[in-house]
């Protein structure tokens, strides 16, 4: 535990932080909890679960991605899989009405089975190719939902009909979402607390240099890989059986990837409250974009426009910049105590690399 | 059932030979400026849009339309350079960088969609349509002209690589940046011209697509994804790996057609897989370098 910040706790009245920030975090999740109360519209608590689904997808996908480095553009084959493993698990061994929610954990458990091999394969090499990779997997398993006779070809999987009411259908997948979302981001907060969490941190800054000290780089970074495929999996078990219905372009879609990359490059790769803050800003928009303009073309234009302003605006990326404004704000000012390690080399690298490129 | 293999061998010569006009523009923008760039696949289909335009509008031959396409891509690809690609700096750079051409490649085919519409289309021409019989193998006109076309001008990229002074400063930028700033090249230009000319190619590349299969908007996420299987494969940044790992994947791709369509491409894929399970640098890949 204290592994991870040496420094920084002695010094900053640590329990009036601790306090300060828990009093704040208690008050977020009232928020949360008490949002279908307050807003009862069907149409609004939709725009909550989906938010919710990519907050808990984009928390898992930055702690293997963001934590380690490993920049993965292939997720959507875990939200695919646990989308499919539930609905062809519901199928075949005719599970109806809300039993099915006991098999939630199978879809997280066929998503990190599926990830267990893919990642032995993916995570031998680095950088570019590990990217493509994790693309090339996406495709296949696209192609392969298109393909198998289980996965029902082109017309995918129906779930199971659920007999509620239109008006208060959505709250009870608003708080599965919700405990999703909280469970992500606990486990964000666990991985990055721990001795797991700093041997990953090590591998993203100089993978040979934390071999030649002792990390055990695989075995680490298939852990965290196979940790983030079942949340994801998971999460894409609540999302199917949300929407009732999953085909290969939605269940392995694309611009899934790409989402929940830009949410978590939004708020602040490797940051904790990054991918949240970056899902509950993308994640709206984009909602409100489709269902607004309604050729869906538009969105995806302005969605790839806005991302272009944000780079252009902010040189040298989002995440050093977004993200010490971000914990600026949480913190009202104090110093960060996460920060206060990887800090001094941040600040000093890109003043350094930005006068070698000139 | 050998005569079939034949013609998919032949065939896939020659369609592979356009798929590595593609792949040595995008493995050439990754050996300068050290990105990939996932735009290339939509760039293509923007190549084929241009084509189509051309001759719906204004009757003019796909490859006289070239002239006016190559251009325009080219000019396409230094802009996006210059203003998107050249301000990123620093540790996240790399998938800064991936990033951006992923929004680029959303911002182009959404505007396709926005003009054209998801109707599938095809470039039309008579040698679109008519074959040549040679030898026994029925080879249609467009795929002999696209790949005596893709072969002359990989020669010409070969060239302007390797027989010219600028071509001396592309690659010493793919050897050692500081160090080629440090013997004076520009390397602001060297690598806004690369991204030009790896751009620019993708209109030929387009207009031989377009001929050879329907597309539309959407269809740039297919082609990037075997483009990307086939740098890969061949070694990033290698442009003798791009032409072999093309030719290479798109015959076993029309081989495997013969007898299971529908997995033609995963075998692609499972390809890519297996030879990254032996060689983790593809056919002629450097070694990874240290540190990310």
Aim: with cysteine.
């Amino acid at each position: 535990m204290s592994q991870a910040d040496p420094q920084g706790r002695s010094w900053r009245g640590p329990a009036l932080a601790t306090g300060a920030r828990a009093v704040g975090l208690a008050a977020l999740l009232a928020v949360a909890v008490a949002f279908p109360v307050i807003f009862p519209n069907p149409v609004v608590t939709n725009y909550g679960v989906f938010t919710l689904i990519f907050v808990a997808v984009a928390s898992a996908w930055n702690f293997f991605s963001g934590f380690s480095g490993y920049i993965s553009l292939g997720n959507a084959v875990f939200f695919g899989s646990g989308a499919y493993a539930l609905g062809i698990a519901a199928r075949d061994w005719h599970v109806t009405g809300t039993g099915v929610f006991a098999l939630l954990p199978l879809a997280a458990a066929v998503a990190a089975l599926i990830a267990v091999p893919l990642g032995l394969i993916a995570l031998r090499v680095r950088r570019h190719t590990f990217i493509v990779i994790t693309i090339a997997f996406f495709f296949i398993f696209q192609l392969m939902a298109y393909n198998f006779s289980f996965t029902g070809g082109s017309t995918g999987v129906d779930a199971p009909f659920l007999p509620w009411q239109a008006q208060t259908y959505n709250n009870p997948f608003y708080y599965i979402a919700l405990a999703c979302a909280v469970g992500a981001i606990a486990l964000s907060w666990l991985i990055r607390r721990s001795r797991f969490g700093l041997q990953l941190r090590a591998i993203r800054d100089d993978e040979d240099r934390a071999r030649g000290l002792g990390v055990r780089a695989m075995r680490v970074k298939l852990s965290a890989f196979v940790l983030s495929a079942a949340v994801t999996g998971l999460v894409g078990a609540v999302w199917f059986f949300y929407l009732t219905q999953v085909q290969p372009p939605s269940g392995f879609d694309p611009l899934f990837d790409l989402s929940v990359v830009l949410m978590a490059f939004l708020g602040g790769l490797g940051t904790i409250s990054g991918p949240v803050l970056g899902a509950l800003i993308i994640e709206p928009g984009q909602l409100y974009l489709t269902t607004t303009f309604t050729n869906g073309y538009l969105s995806e234009i302005l969605l790839g426009a806005v991302f272009l302003t944000v780079v252009l605006l902010v040189p040298r990326g989002i995440i050093p910049t977004g993200g010490e404004y971000l914990r600026r704000l949480t913190t009202r000012g104090r110093a960060a105590i996460p920060a206060a390690v990887p800090a001094v080399p941040q600040a000093a690298d890109p003043a350094q690399v930005q006068e070698a490129q000139h | 059932m050998a005569r079939e293999i034949y013609q998919a061998i032949v065939d896939g010569i020659l369609v592979g030979g356009v798929y590595a006009l593609m792949a040595v523009g995008l493995t050439l923008i990754f050996g300068v400026l050290d990105i990939i760039n996932i735009a290339q696949g939509v760039m293509v289909i923007l190549g084929a849009y241009l084509s189509y335009e051309l001759a719906a509008r204004w009757h003019i031959d796909l490859f006289v339309g070239l002239l006016v396409t190559v251009p325009a891509m080219f000019v396409i690809g230094v802009v996006i350079q210059v203003a998107f690609i050249r301000p990123l700096r620093g540790r996240e750079r790399t998938s800064m960088t991936l990033l951006v051409s992923f929004a680029v490649a959303l911002i182009i085919e959404g505007i396709l969609y926005q003009i054209f519409g998801a109707d599938d289309r095809q470039l039309s021409a008579s040698y679109v349509t008519s074959s040549v019989h040679v030898f026994g193998f029925y080879l249609p006109y467009i795929y002999l002209y696209g790949f005596a076309l893709a072969v002359a001008l990989v020669a010409a990229l070969y060239g302007l690589l390797y027989r010219t002074g600028f071509g001396r400063s592309v690659r010493a930028t793919m050897q050692d940046e500081t160090a080629a700033r440090l013997v004076g090249i520009n390397i602001n230009r060297v690598a806004a011209i690369t991204y030009g000319i790896g751009v620019a190619v993708t209109a030929v590349g387009g207009m031989m697509f377009g001929a050879t299969n329907s597309f539309n908007p959407n269809s740039g996420y297919d082609l990037i994804s075997r483009l990307l299987a086939i740098i890969i494969l061949g070694g990033l940044g290698s442009i003798g790996g791009a032409l072999v790992a093309s030719v290479f994947m798109i015959t076993l791709e029309s081989i495997v057609d013969i007898w299971q369509p529908q997995w033609a491409i995963v075998v692609f894929y499972a390809a890519l897989v297996l030879v990254l399970l032996i060689r983790p640098t593809g056919f002629f890949g450097r070694q990874p370098v240290r540190a990310q």
